[in-house]
């Protein structure tokens, strides 16, 4: 496989479609936000990458299996210490000595890159039905790939629970006597 495509989690990958002030013309230059910018580098980073397949891949042809195969391909470029099974660091977040163990990208990384990856899709005119970024396995995947570095590096990946609104609350009380009597001020403190 081909190792000179640049990862696209580096920062330091800059084009002249990131610095439109670099153009010879005369208009003020529109900057993308961070996060157009960075959609727009990944995008023609997947492109690349299909373009540098064994037969050529085309867009239309790309399918789940691509973007799989992609995101493994990624992992050459990780900086996120992975411990295997037989590691004596497996489940450590904080392991007192270096290990062997390979570098991998982050799951947020990942999870991010396929969000970022599935808008550009659609934006460049592909249909959110067939779109090989939003595909089940690609979800398996990064649940898989989540649970994984989780218990390898000892540091489980919690979901922000939602705060649960009462109904039954003083609060709420005091919120519907507002509404049927607006004009009590002293309800309001």
Not at 51 to 58: A, D, T
Not at 75 to 101: I, N, R, S
Not at 158 to 180: E, R, T, Y
Request: with cysteine; charged share 20%; proline share 8%.
């Amino acid at each position: 496989m081909n190792n000179s495509l640049p990862s696209i989690m580096s920062k330091n990958i800059t084009s002249q479609q990131d610095h439109p002030s670099s153009s010879n013309n005369n208009n003020p230059p529109h900057q993308l936000s961070r996060y157009e910018s960075q959609k727009r580098r990944d995008w023609n980073t997947f492109g690349q990458y299909l373009k540098n397949q064994r037969p050529p891949v085309s867009l239309s042809q790309c399918n789940c299996n691509h973007v799989l195969e992609f995101m493994r391909y990624l992992d050459q470029f990780g900086k996120t210490k992975v411990h295997m099974h037989g590691c004596v660091f497996f489940g450590q977040p904080d392991p007192p000595a270096p290990c062997t163990c390979p570098l991998r990208q982050a799951w947020g990384s990942l999870d991010a890159l396929i969000g970022r990856l599935r808008a550009a899709y659609e934006e460049h005119g592909g249909s959110a039905e067939t779109n090989p970024f939003g595909n089940g396995a690609i979800r398996i995947y990064l649940r898989e790939v989540k649970e994984s570095q989780s218990k390898a590096r000892g540091i489980p990946y919690k979901k922000k629970k939602k705060k649960k609104i009462s109904h039954n609350s003083v609060q709420d009380g005091n919120l519907n006597q507002i509404l049927k009597n607006p004009n009590q001020p002293s309800l309001l403190n």
